[in-house]
């Protein structure tokens, strides 16, 4: 335990360090005896070699997901990505028809787009996911109308890590004459992504979920057959009139840089992060009343999130301050509302709210991993022996028999 | 720097890392707070000054009935192509007039604007003549024709350069940017009056208070932050130093036969010299004054993948052939005197041979 630094980060699907190799591209684009022009300044050098590096980082995007650099728009997040497809599409495809189908266990950038187009008048079916997190294809079929012109379903959910079947429902989509949009976020750099084989539309792509800086992200879009959207940011005229505002040269060159080494290492990590993880679960999975959430076989390595039964979620992360995890996505954890997703997924109120998400990265040890296994026995085992509800249960008491009374 | 590899929180999270990034994004509200003369609450980060704009504009207007807007005609593109959006929606757009300097006349605001009129847009300084304009009087008459009239100013341009208020002035709504005051590109914030009910435009996770979603750009913020507090300490100098520059640029191309200096008799941008020069078309002047070594632009950044005169120039009244040839110098604070001397000899070389 000689050099293990307190607290461990546990929260890489919530955001990473940038790499130390991504930080030195980015130096060379911010100060004063670098590259800092504005790309879209035609006229002079300063503007060419900042135009030069977006093309290397557009190239280095497209390499990894196998697709044109030309397919490529750079937003100012996975967020901006997400409200640029799902908007951009809808409004361009109106005339089609208003019905767009997603599922309940996507990101907030996805659903509160899609409950902005329901006030604008567009339909919007949720569908449900399987028990393991997953999408029946069947369901979704049946829920195809008419009048469909967007299909969003996300590719690696950000709670529970599970890979959706993005090619059978690509298929399903063409057939169907239907756009198809895959937040990428989770994925991208985890997961092999092949867009000259999927049927996919729109992908959006996050840089600082895969060690690049926050601030900036992209949006395929595809060009054969070719996909319009409506811009949603106007002004300028950057990026094919797709989206306008300066571009932020190091970020963008970040962001080429980080999508490189994810190619170049993602196999190798997984492997890594596969040991790590099932270390982590083999440590876990023996107490008692431990769930899993979301298909062990369809996930991603580095995802593991698990419910500890009648233990308070908040006072064990309360009790876990050494390690930093979450329960429930970063973005709605000030709340204190049980995980949506773990809701979508069937779980109860309580093993929603006794969840904890642990993700691995590029910089977690095994070390941490065992130093992790014990802090959380501990804490569990602790927090257990001050419930009563844990006492109701090993006397053997069917705690969902029991009638409260009101206060 | 220590916010990319060091301090790599999500400011969402609830854990130690979160909470660090956290403290770190509200000490940059606060900086750039009072580096506008605003308070911490009314700033909302942005993915910068486009962004602000589009927010600005699309943000307080898609959740009212239809009316009409006033947008000044220099406006940049990101103010102006959002009023054309909402003039599709069936918006009425009134361009407003500026003289042959480039100031808004107020008079026309005056006979333009009717109770109908929900919003204003006047941008602080222009990004090409570098034209300042009289906010607090265009806003005082705004507001005696419609009080509830929304005054929403692009400042990207003005900030750092010089002092701006937007609490004094009275405006509603106000876009800044950081990659124009020596901080990183990717990060801007809308200054928004608190008595404002804007529609957010990118949604999703809920943060800046559910006004604009999406995880923080946290090292370009704190960046952000950092270069606002050293434009309120260094303002005053940087400003000597570049209006110094400025004089002695105007000085030497003033009298030159056949160059035309833009905005000369208005109140200006200490750091901004836009002219042109008869016979030398702006992107061919461009290109040899590069090949120098003299990294200037024939106008909006932006817009200079294209070859159309500028449309500020134009709604100036000024002539199409000279619009053309117009070229926008502007110093920063690594410049010096001798560049500018260089410059000028330049100049004078690439003349000779086009004549």
Redesign the interface.
């Known amino acids: 335990m000689s050099d293990l630094k307190l607290p461990i980060y546990f929260d890489y699907s919530a955001t990473t360090p940038v790499d130390a190799r991504v930080a030195e591209v980015m130096t060379h684009y911010l100060t004063v005896d670098s590259h800092f022009g504005n790309p879209a300044s035609r006229s002079h050098a300063f503007g060419w070699s900042a135009d030069e590096a977006i093309d290397t980082a557009r190239g280095q995007v497209a390499a990894l997901v196998n697709c044109d650099p030309r397919e490529i728009v750079w937003t100012s997040g996975a967020t901006e990505s997400n409200n640029l497809a799902i908007k951009g599409a809808a409004h361009f495809y109106q005339k089609n028809g208003k019905h767009i189908i997603t599922c309940k266990t996507e990101h907030k950038a996805v659903l509160d787009t899609c409950r902005q187009l329901e006030r604008e008048g567009y339909e919007v079916t949720y569908l449900d996911p399987e028990t393991n997190g997953l999408v029946d294809l069947n369901k979704l079929k049946a829920a195809f109308r008419d009048d469909t012109i967007l299909v969003s379903i996300m590719h690696v959910n950000n709670e529970i890590g599970v890979i959706q079947d993005i090619q059978a429902i690509g298929e399903l989509c063409r057939e169907n004459k239907i756009i198809f949009h895959v937040d990428a976020a989770q994925s991208a750099g985890k997961v092999d992504i092949d867009l000259s084989k999927l049927k996919v539309d729109l992908m959006s792509f996050s840089a600082h979920k895969i060690y690049g800086p926050k601030g900036i992200g992209a949006l395929y879009v595809r060009r054969k057959p070719r996909i319009r959207i409506e811009a949603q940011m106007h002004g300028g005229g950057h990026e094919r009139g797709m989206r306008s505002g300066t571009l932020a040269t190091h970020q963008i060159a970040g962001m080429g840089e980080a999508f490189r080494i994810a190619k170049e290492e993602m196999h190798a990590e997984n492997a890594r992060f596969l040991a790590l993880r099932n270390r982590l679960y083999n440590g876990l999975k023996d107490m008692e009343e431990v769930y899993v959430n979301g298909d062990m076989d369809h996930r991603i390595a580095g995802n593991l999130n698990i419910s500890f039964n009648f233990v308070e979620g908040e006072s064990l992360i309360m009790a876990l301050k050494d390690i930093a995890v979450s329960s429930g996505s970063a973005c709605t954890s000030a709340s204190l509302e049980p995980s949506y997703v773990l809701r979508a997924i069937g779980r109860s109120d309580e093993l929603a709210h006794s969840s904890l998400r642990f993700t691995i990265g590029r910089y977690t040890t095994e070390e941490e991993i065992d130093y992790t296994i014990g802090l959380v026995k501990k804490a569990v085992d602790k927090l257990r022996d001050l419930s009563p509800l844990w006492d109701m249960f090993k006397d053997g008491i069917d705690l969902n028999s029991v009638e409260w009374a009101a206060h | ?1 220590p916010y ?3 301090i ?3 400011p ?7 909470r660090l990034t956290r403290d770190a994004l509200e000490q940059a509200r606060v900086q750039v707070a009072q580096c506008v003369g605003a308070e911490a609450n009314q700033v909302i980060f ?6 602000a ?2 927010l600005a504009i699309k943000g307080s207007l898609l959740n009212q009935a239809l009316a009409s807007i006033a947008v000044s005609p220099i406006e ?7 009023a ?2 909402m003039a599709k929606l069936g918006w009425k757009l009134d361009l407003l007039v500026v003289d042959d300097q480039g100031r808004v006349v107020t008079d026309h605001l005056k006979s333009t604007m009717t109770a109908e009129t929900r919003f204003v847009s006047v941008m602080a300084a222009n990004n090409e003549t570098g034209v300042l304009q009289d906010l607090a009087h265009l806003v005082e008459v705004s507001k005696s024709v419609n009080p509830d009239v929304l005054f929403h100013s692009d400042a990207c341009q003005m900030l750092g350069k010089l002092p701006i208020s937007f609490k004094q002035l009275g405006l509603d709504l106000m876009s800044v ?1 950081s ?1 124009k005051l020596y901080g ?4 801007g914030a809308l200054i928004v009056s608190r008595s404002i009910d804007l529609q957010p ?7 800046e208070k559910g006004l604009r ?9 704190v960046g952000f932050g950092r270069a606002a507090e050293l434009a309120t300490e260094t303002q005053q100098a940087r400003k000597e130093h570049v209006q110094k520059l400025q004089q002695q640029l105007v000085d030497s191309l003033i009298d030159q036969p056949g160059v035309t200096v833009f905005s000369s008799q208005a109140e200006r941008l200490p750091n901004t010299v836009q002219f042109s020069v008869q016979g030398i078309d702006g ?1 061919t002047l ?2 040899q ?2 090949r120098k070594g ?5 106008g ?6 294209r070859t159309d005169p500028s449309h500020v120039l134009l709604a100036m009244g000024i002539d199409d052939m000279i619009a053309k040839g117009a070229i926008r110098v502007s110093f920063g604070e ?1 410049n010096t005197s001798e560049q500018i001397v260089q410059f000028i000899d330049v100049l004078a070389q690439i003349r000779q041979q086009f004549n």
Do not use: W
């Open positions: 720097m990319m590899t060091g790599y929180g999500n969402s999270s609830v854990h130690r890392f979160g942005t993915s910068g000054g486009t962004e704009n589009n940049h593109a990101c103010v102006l192509e959002p054309k959006a940017s990659h990183p590109q990717g990060a435009q990118i949604l999703g996770g809920g943060q979603s999406g995880t923080e750009n946290l090292a370009a913020i992107e461009l290109m004054l590069d003299f990294a200037v632009s024939s909006s950044a932006c817009d200079s993948g690594q």
